[in-house]
């Protein structure tokens, strides 16, 4: 692996078995082309989250971009990484929470419409490219879910029946969240924090465990972030 550290990796929908000739999407080929300036007998790293990651010798470059696949350099891993519901948040700031939640560890993504969600419209495609470009960069060997956005009232439809769901409260009286001991789904409101009637609802389910980030307000990316980071290093990640 040490020999291919600074490989470029490239994420695949699907890798073809080892001796076989994968054809890179235009978007990638232009790319591997223009930006990395790669030819033929370069090499690249591939995943697609199930298989693991491979190296593969570039065959011929052009208008079609070919490469075969030639060995295994890491398997597939199991990884449960926290889910994160977030309020959408505008260009900025929710570019910067895809790309390190997904540098961090999260495993899926979904967007959480609330009262003081100001972002309505999500355009789930450029959350998956950002998610992709994270996890090429990271080393990651998956790429995390992307869920369509939900109301807030139907958060719990979308949850796994066993999975905890920890709501960040502003300066709440709850535990902090590194009193955490085990991975789940992590809840962070807009702009303006969650209405008196949202957290009614929220803490009347057993599966939500309110939790405090501090005595400071912190912004909803760095919020997400600080928390992921704890959810992150649990001992007893959620399977």
Known sequence: MNEFIKTPRLFVPSLCDVGCD????????HYVQNVLRLGVGDVVRLFDGLSGEYVAKIEKIGKETVIRVQQL????????GPWLFFSPLKKNAMDFLI????????SVLCPVLTNRTIVRTVNLEKIKAH????????ERLDVPTIHAPVALKDIFKVLPVDMPLYFCQERATASHIS???SS?????GPEGGFTIE???MLLKNPKTYPVSLGLNILRAE??????LSHLCNTSAPFK
């Open 131 to 138: 998610s992709i470009e994270a996890a090429e960069q990271s």
């Open 22 to 29: 994968m054809v890179l999407s235009k978007p990638q080929s």
């Open 99 to 106: 790309e390190k939640s997904v540098e961090i560890g999260v």
């Open 198 to 200: 949202e957290n009614t």
């Open 73 to 80: 350099l890491r398997p597939q891993g199991e990884w449960c």
């Open 184 to 188: 789940g789904a992590l809840l962070i």
């Open 222 to 227: 760095t919020a997400a972030l600080y928390a």
């Open 179 to 181: 009193t955490v001991s």
